[in-house]
């Protein structure tokens, strides 16, 4: 999760810094193009999170001779999936402020 939170702190600031770019007429592309690759590594990092959270669950309870509960199993699946919906997170913030900047560097006098 941390990582995810930095790739957010980063795509915030980028967003910010790019507004302010625009404010003062400046060139602005090459930071807009960052917050979108920065939120596809979000959910590429988010998905990747989760396959290896489900392995590790799996593992344990391969591991474990007595039967689990029902309860069990979905309790850890449910934590499991928080990095990819955490990531998507990150990824729809990262494709909304780009369609935004997009369209703000397209009409600075907006």
């Not at 509960?69 to 990531?87: L, N, P």
């Amino acid at each position: 999760m941390v990582p995810l939170s930095i790739l957010l702190t980063i795509n915030i600031g980028l967003v910010m810094y790019s507004v302010f770019r625009l404010s003062q007429k400046s060139e602005v592309s090459k930071f807009v193009e960052a917050v979108r690759q920065i939120g596809v590594l979000a959910a590429a990092f988010g998905a990747a999170c989760t396959i290896l959270g489900l392995f590790q669950a799996f593992s344990w309870l391969s591991s474990h001779e007595e039967g689990s509960s029902f309860q069990i199993i979905m309790g850890g699946m449910r934590v499991a999936v928080i990095t990819a919906m955490y990531g998507l997170f990150i990824f729809c913030l990262s494709m909304l402020s780009y369609i935004i900047l997009k369209l703000l560097a397209k009409n600075p006098a907006a």
